[in-house]
C-alpha cells in the first residue's frame, strides 16, 4: 500500500468523521447534553489532526487543533454550548470540512474565514473559559536552562532548531554532543488522547545519552487523586546529535497536551543541573524489554528498529546532511508509531460507553465502477433470462414442466440477484441532507434570518446514483426556502411567529419511490406577485382566472423570478425550472402546496433506483411502449357511456362521477394520425405532476415486468415523451414512456393550455 | 506502632497496566488501605505512567499511614519503565532476609 492509498483512506475516514461532527453539534445544537455526543466530537475533530498530522498537512492541523481545544472547553464543562458557541462550532465544522476538501483536491481556502474562526474559537475557549491548561496546574518544575524556549504556536509554525553540530567537520566526531535540557509535562489530555508518557520518554530516550529525574511533587494521597490525570512532570537532560527537530518530533503528537520546553544546555549548566538537589537517575540505553509491547504494531516495531540502527550509524558519519535525512526518517518513524496511539483513545472511548454508540456493521469500501459493472452485467442477465424464457414458450407449445420449472427458478434468482445488487447501490440520504445543513447555515448568515433546519428519515436509503443528482435542486430548494419562504426575525415576531424560522426536510419511502418533502413556515407564495409577475412577462393573459395551485406551478416556469432584487443567493430566475427539469431527469415529480403566511410545502417522488423500473407493457399503434407502474393509478376498460367530448378535440371520461381528460398516447407520440376509439382501448389513470388524474389511452395492456433501463440520451438522442428503452425477452427495443411529458403533451404548452382552460371555464 | 498485627495484604498487578487500569488499580488500591501492602508485579508486561502515578501516589499514602508499601517482586518491564521515566522504586523494594 503506497503512501497515496493511505491517504486515500485517511480522506475517507475524514468524510465519516465530519459526518459524524456535524450530526453531533445539531445534535448539541437541539439541546442534547449527553457528554457521549460531546465526546463524538471531540474524537472526530481529534481523529482529523492526528492523520492530518502524520500526513504533514499543516493548515488542517492547526485549525483543528484550536477547533478541539474549544471543544474540550465544552467537554469539561467550562463552556456552556450554547446556541452562539453552537453557531461558531458550526462554522468551524464547515471550515475543517473546507480544509480537508483543499488537501485532497488542491485549490484554496477562504483564509480570512478561516482566521477569524479561529479567533472566535479562541476567544471561546480563553475568555469565557479557563483553557485546558488548567486542568492540572501543578507547580511546574521550570528548566534549570535559562535560554528561552521557543514555542509551538497555533499556526502550526514549529522553529527550526539550530544546532551546531550540523556544521561540525570531521574534529565534531569525537566532540561530546550537545545536551538538551528538556522539561516535560503532560497534562490529563495526553493520557486521555491514549499517549503514553512512557512510549514518548522511550522514544526520547533513542536519540542519545540520557538521564531523567521525575517530579513527583504534584502528587496527591491516593484518595485525593483522579487516577487519570496528570501529576507526573520531566526534567530530562538528552545529550544527542539529531538536533532539536528529532527531540521535537517525538513529542509530535502530545505537543498540545503537555507543557513542552526544549532548551540547548551549554557544558555549564549541564554539570550544574547534574549538581542540583535532584538526583537525575541515567537511562539503561538496552530498553529492548519496552519494544515487545503488544500495542505497537510488529511492523512499526521493526521499522524503528531499523531506524534506529540508521541512527547508530549515522552517528559515527556525523556530516549535516545524513543527520537531517535520519532527522526525517526518525520523525516518519514516530508519525507511523503514534497513529495506532491515536487510534487507541477511540477504542477507549468506544468501550466505555458501548451502550451510546451503535455498534456499526463491518463494510468494505468498493471502487463504484465495480458495482457499477456488476449492475450491467446483472441487467444484461435480466435480458438474456427473459429472452430464454420467451424462445422456450415459442419453441416448445407444451413446455416440458421441468424445463418451466427451472425457468421460473431461474427468474426468481435473477430478480433476487438484481435487488441485492441494486441495494449494494443504495446509499442513505443522510450525506446529501447534511450537506444541507451547511447550506442553511451559509444562507442564513447572509440573509440574516434565523433558521433552524430540521432533517428527518436520513437513513432512508435510495440508489447513489439518484443521491448524487439529488443535491442540486435540493440546494436550490433551500436557498429558495430560506432566501423567499422565511420572513425577517422582526417580521416573524411582528406575525407571532417564532423569529427563527423553521426548514424541514423528510425523506421517506412510499410505494417503491423515495418522498422527499421541504417544508418551510415562512410566508407562502405570494400568489398576487407570482400572478402579476406573470402577466408582466407575458406568459398569462391578464384576465386569466388561474387556481391557486395553476398559480403555484408558474413558479416552475422557465425564467420566472419573483424576488424584487436579485440576490446572490437565488432569484436569477433559473433557479426552480431547473429544479424540475432535474427532477424529472430523475424519473421524479415535484409538486408544490402553499398556504399563505404559513409556508410551502415542496414534495418530490423519486425513483430508488434507475437501473430497473417496474413497468406496464402496452401496445400503442402496433407499437409496445412500457408505462412506469409507479405512475399508473389504476387501469380500466371504458365504456361508451363514460366517453364525453369536450371541446374540439378533447375528450373527458367520467369515473366514479369524475371527469378525466383522456389523453391518446398515440396521437400525442405521432404514431397515428386519427384519434382512436377509446371503447377498443384501455385507459391508464395516471396521477400527473400537478395533482390532477389523466386516463391514457392505449390500444393492449400486454402485461406487467420488471425492465432494465436503457438510457436514449447515452445511446441515441432525447426524444420528447419517451424517458428512456428497454431490451424485451424478444430482442426488441421497446420504448419507456415519460408520463408526466405526455400530459404535458396533451395540454400543448403547460401553461398556453392552463391558460385556454382557465379563458373557458 | 499504630499499626495493628495484620497479615500484609498483597496484590497482583495485571500484566498490562495502561489508561483503562489506571482507575481499577486505584480502587484496588483505596481497598487495602490500612494494612501492609506487597506489590507482586512480576506479571507486569507493560506499564503507563498513569498506573505509576497510582501506584508512587500509593506508596505516599502508605507511608503516611505509616504502613509498609513493598514490592516483592517486579518483572523487567516494570524495572525499565520506572527507570526509563525516572520513578525510583529502589526503597520500596523487599529486602532480603
Known amino acids: 500500500m503506497d503512501m497515496n492509498e493511505i491517504k486515500e483512506i485517511f480522506f475517507q475516514e475524514c468524510e465519516e468523521q465530519l459526518a459524524e461532527l456535524e450530526s453531533g453539534l445539531l445534535r448539541l445544537n437541539d439541546g442534547d447534553r449527553d ?107 521550570k528548566p534549570a536552562a535559562a535560554a528561552p524556549a521557543p514555542v509551538v504556536n497555533d499556526e502550526g509554525f514549529v522553529p527550526v532548531a539550530f544546532s551546531f553540530d550540523d556544521f561540525g567537520g570531521e574534529e565534531d566526531v569525537l566532540i561530546v554532543h550537545p545536551t538538551y535540557e528538556i522539561s516535560f509535562k503532560p497534562k490529563a489530555d495526553l493520557y486521555s488522547k491514549g499517549n503514553e508518557a512512557t512510549l514518548l520518554l522511550r522514544d526520547l530516550s533513542r536519540l542519545g545519552e540520557m538521564s531523567i529525574h521525575c517530579n513527583m511533587e504534584a502528587l496527591p494521597s ?114 507511523a508509531a503514534a497513529e495506532p496511539k491515536a487510534a487507541a483513545p477511540a477504542a477507549a472511548a468506544a468501550q466505555n460507553t458501548a451502550q451510546a454508540a451503535s455498534a456499526a456493521a463491518p463494510t468494505i469500501r468498493v471502487d463504484l465502477d465495480r458495482v457499477d459493472r456488476l449492475i450491467n452485467l446483472v441487467g444484461e442477465l435480466v435480458i438474456n433470462q427473459a429472452m430464454l424464457s420467451q424462445s422456450v414458450i415459442e419453441n416448445d407449445n407444451n413446455g416440458t414442466s421441468s424445463i418451466n420449472m427451472g425457468l421460473e427458478e431461474l427468474q426468481q434468482l435473477t430478480r433476487e440477484i438484481q435487488d441485492s445488487v441494486m441495494a449494494i447501490r443504495a446509499q442513505p440520504v443522510k450525506p446529501v441532507f447534511q450537506r444541507m445543513a451547511r447550506t442553511v447555515r451559509e444562507i442564513a448568515d447572509i440573509t440574516g434570518k434565523s433558521v433552524r433546519l430540521i432533517t428527518e428519515g436520513e437513513n432512508t436509503e435510495v440508489d447513489k446514483t439518484v443521491i448524487d443528482k439529488l443535491a442540486e435542486p435540493l440546494t436550490h430548494m433551500i436557498r429558495n426556502a430560506v432566501d423567499h419562504g422565511l420572513e425577517m426575525p422582526e417580521k416573524r415576531v411582528a406575525l407571532g411567529k417564532n423569529p427563527e424560522g423553521t426548514v424541514r426536510l423528510t425523506a421517506k419511502h412510499r410505494s417503491g419511490r423515495i418522498v422527499i418533502e421541504l417544508a418551510d413556515d415562512g410566508q407562502g407564495i405570494n400568489r398576487e406577485k407570482v400572478r402579476q409577475k406573470a402577466i408582466d412577462n407575458d406568459l398569462i393573459a391578464a384576465d386569466a382566472n388561474l387556481s391557486d395551485e395553476e398559480i403555484d406551478n408558474l413558479i416552475f416556469h422557465a425564467g420566472f423570478s419573483t424576488a424584487d432584487k436579485v440576490s446572490d443567493l437565488s432569484g436569477r430566475g433559473v433557479g426552480m425550472d431547473v429544479v424540475k427539469r432535474s427532477i424529472q431527469a430523475l424519473g421524479g415529480r415535484i409538486n408544490i402546496s402553499s398556504k399563505p403566511g404559513h409556508g410551502s410545502v415542496f414534495t418530490m417522488s423519486l425513483p430508488l433506483t434507475l437501473a430497473v423500473l ?62 382512436a376509439n377509446p371503447v377498443e382501448g384501455v385507459a391508464l389513470l395516471v396521477e400527473s405532476e400537478g395533482g390532477g388524474q389523466r386516463a391514457l389511452m392505449v390500444d393492449a395492456i400486454q402485461g406487467q415486468r420488471q425492465v432494465v433501463i436503457k438510457s436514449l440520451e447515452a445511446n441515441y438522442t432525447h426524444v420528447p415523451g419517451i424517458a428512456a428503452a428497454t431490451i424485451l425477452g424478444d430482442g426488441r427495443v421497446a420504448l419507456i414512456l415519460d408520463v408526466d411529458a405526455v400530459v404535458s403533451a396533451s395540454r400543448g404548452q403547460p401553461l398556453k393550455l392552463e391558460t385556454s382552460l382557465a379563458a373557458a371555464g | 506502632m499504630a499499626a495493628k498485627k495484620a ?48 501506584l508512587m501516589a500509593g506508596a505516599k499514602s502508605w507511608e503516611a499511614d505509616k504502613h509498609a508499601f513493598t514490592f516483592s517482586k517486579v518483572s523487567d518491564a516494570f524495572t525499565k519503565t520506572t527507570q526509563l521515566i525516572g520513578v525510583n522504586i529502589d526503597h520500596l523494594m523487599a529486602k532480603e532476609i
Request: glycine residues 6%; aromatic residues 4%.
Open chain 1, 614 to 675: 417496474d413497468g406496464m407493457v402496452v401496445t400503442v399503434a402496433g407499437q409496445t411502449l412500457v408505462v412506469p407502474l409507479t405512475a399508473i393509478v389504476e387501469t380500466l376498460q371504458p365504456e361508451a357511456s363514460a366517453i364525453h367530448s369536450f371541446g374540439a378535440s378533447q375528450r373527458l371520461i367520467s369515473i366514479r362521477n369524475s371527469f378525466c381528460p383522456l389523453v391518446d398516447v398515440g396521437r400525442i407520440l405521432n404514431f397515428r394520425s386519427t384519434q
Open chain 1, 222 to 335: 491516593l484518595e485525593q487523586m483522579d487516577p487519570e490525570s496528570a501529576y507526573f512532570s520531566w526534567k530530562i537532560s538528552v545529550k544527542t546529535d539529531k538536533g532539536e527537530d528529532a527531540i521535537r518530533s517525538v513529542f509530535e503528537f502530545a505537543e498540545w497536551d503537555c507543557d513542552l520546553e526544549i532548551s540547548l544546555a551549554d557544558e555549564g549548566t549541564a554539570a550544574e543541573m547534574t549538581d542540583e538537589e535532584l538526583p537525575m537517575q541515567p537511562v539503561p540505553f538496552d530498553l529492548s524489554v519496552l519494544d515487545d509491547e503488544p500495542d505497537a504494531p510488529v511492523g512499526v516495531v521493526e521499522e524503528e528498529e531499523r531506524l534506529a540502527a540508521v541512527h547508530e550509524s549515522a552517528a559515527t558519519v556525523a556530516a549535516a546532511e545524513v543527520a537531517s535525512n535520519v532527522v526525517q526518517l526518525a520523525s516518519t518513524a514516530s508519525r
Open chain 2, 7 to 54: 497479615a500484609p495484604k498483597s496484590l497482583s498487578l495485571a500484566p498490562v497496566l495502561d489508561l483503562n487500569e489506571a482507575q481499577a488499580l486505584h480502587g484496588k488500591l483505596m481497598g487495602m488501605r490500612g494494612s501492609n501492602i506487597t506489590i507482586d508485579a512480576s506479571a507486569v508486561e507493560r506499564v503507563g505512567a498513569l498506573c505509576l502515578q497510582v
Open chain 1, 35 to 141: 457528554p457521549e455526543t460531546v465526546n463524538a466530537v471531540f474524537r472526530a475533530v481529534h481523529s482529523i489532526k492526528g492523520g492530518a498530522g502524520a500526513f504533514g498537512l499543516d493548515d488542517l492541523v492547526s485549525f483543528a487543533h484550536v477547533f478541539e481545544t474549544t471543544l474540550d472547553c465544552v467537554r469539561s464543562n467550562k463552556l456552556e454550548p450554547t446556541a452562539e458557541v453552537l453557531k461558531v462550532m458550526l462554522k468551524s465544522a464547515d471550515v475543517l470540512a473546507d480544509l480537508t476538501n483543499v488537501a485532497r483536491d488542491g485549490g484554496s481556502v477562504d483564509q480570512a474565514r478561516s482566521k477569524q474562526l479561529i479567533r472566535e474559537l479562541e476567544a471561546l475557549a480563553n475568555g469565557e473559559a479557563p483553557p485546558p491548561a488548567a486542568v492540572v496546574e501543578a507547580p511546574a518544575a
